[in-house]
T-cell receptor, first 114, second 115 residues
Framework: GENVEQHPSTLSVQEGDSAVIKCTYSDSASNYFPWYKQELGKRPQLIID?????GEKKDQRIAVTLNKTAKHFSLHITETQPEDSAVYFCAATRRSGNTGKLIFGQGTTLQVKP | NAGVMQNPRHLVRRRGQEARLRCSPM?????VYWYRQLPEEGLKFMVYLQKENIIDESGMPKERFSAEFPKEGPSILRIQQVVRGDSAAYFC?????????????FGPGTRLTVL
C-alpha cells in the first residue's frame, strides 16, 4: 500500500541555523504534499504545501522542494527560532475524484536551541 | 468563522464501554476525514466520509469501529467495547468539495483514555 518515509526522526539545531527534513513516498500517483506542524497536545497545522505541477514553493523562512522522478520532497526552514520547535509531519495524497486521504510520515521532532 | 470542532476534547472510558466522538466540519465543507494518533506516533488515516456516504474506510479496524456523517448533524466515530489499545488522540479534518482548495483543516482532537 501507500507509504511515506520521513527522516530524521529527531533534529536539533542552533537558533539561526537551517533545518532540513526529507520524505519519500511510494505512490507515483500522489499529487499533493502538505507539511504539518504539531505542538505538544495541539492539532496539526498546515505550514506549507506543494502540488505535483511545481518543483518548489517558498513562504518566508519555509520552503518545500519536490522531485517527482525520485519521489521525494523536503522541507527547509531557514533562520530557525525557538518557536519553530515542534513535531513536523510530511504527508502525501492522490487528490482527485473520491480520494484524498493523507498518508503521513512518522514525524520529525525539531528542537531549536537558543 | 468557526473552524473544525470536535467534542468531547477528553474522554475516559473503562474497558468494554462505548466511545462516541463527534466532529463538526467547517461551514461549507462536505468532506470529513478521521485520523488516529497513538502516543509518540504519527497520524494514521481511518475513514473518509461525505454526507450520508462512506467513501473510503480502508484504515478502519474491521471490528468495533464505525463512522457516519448524516445529512444533518456532526460526523460520529463510534468505538464499541473499547480496549486499552484504543487509547489515542482522534483527529478529524474537513475539506471543501473537490475544487481549488485541497487543504484539510484539522480539529483540536479527542483524547481517549481507556482505563
Amino acid at each position: 500500500g501507500e507509504n511515506v518515509e520521513q527522516h530524521p526522526s529527531t533534529l536539533s539545531v542552533q537558533e539561526g541555523d537551517s533545518a532540513v527534513i526529507k520524505c519519500t513516498y511510494s505512490d507515483s500517483a500522489s499529487n499533493y504534499f502538505p507539511w504539518y506542524k504539531q505542538e505538544l497536545g495541539k492539532r496539526p497545522q498546515l505550514i506549507i504545501d506543494i502540488r505535483s505541477n511545481v518543483g518548489e514553493k517558498k513562504d518566508q523562512r519555509i520552503a518545500v522542494t519536490l522531485n517527482k522522478t525520485a519521489k521525494h520532497f523536503s522541507l527547509h526552514i531557514t533562520e530557525t527560532q525557538p518557536e519553530d520547535s515542534a513535531v513536523y509531519f510530511c504527508a502525501a495524497t492522490r487528490r482527485s475524484g473520491n480520494t484524498g486521504k493523507l498518508i503521513f510520515g512518522q514525524g520529525t521532532t525539531l528542537q531549536v536551541k537558543p | 468563522n468557526a473552524g473544525v470542532m470536535q467534542n468531547p476534547r477528553h474522554l475516559v472510558r473503562r474497558r468494554g464501554q462505548e466511545a462516541r466522538l463527534r466532529c463538526s466540519p467547517m461551514k461549507g465543507h462536505s468532506h470529513v476525514y478521521w485520523y488516529r494518533q497513538l502516543p509518540e506516533e504519527g497520524l494514521k488515516f481511518m475513514v473518509y466520509l461525505q454526507k450520508e456516504n462512506i467513501i473510503d474506510e480502508s484504515g478502519m479496524p474491521k471490528e468495533r469501529f464505525s463512522a457516519e456523517f448524516p445529512k444533518e448533524g456532526p460526523s460520529i466515530l463510534r468505538i464499541q467495547q473499547v480496549v486499552r489499545g484504543d487509547s489515542a488522540a482522534y483527529f478529524c479534518a474537513s475539506s471543501p468539495r473537490q475544487g481549488v482548495v485541497w487543504e484539510q483543516f484539522f480539529g483540536p482532537g479527542t483524547r481517549l483514555t481507556v482505563l
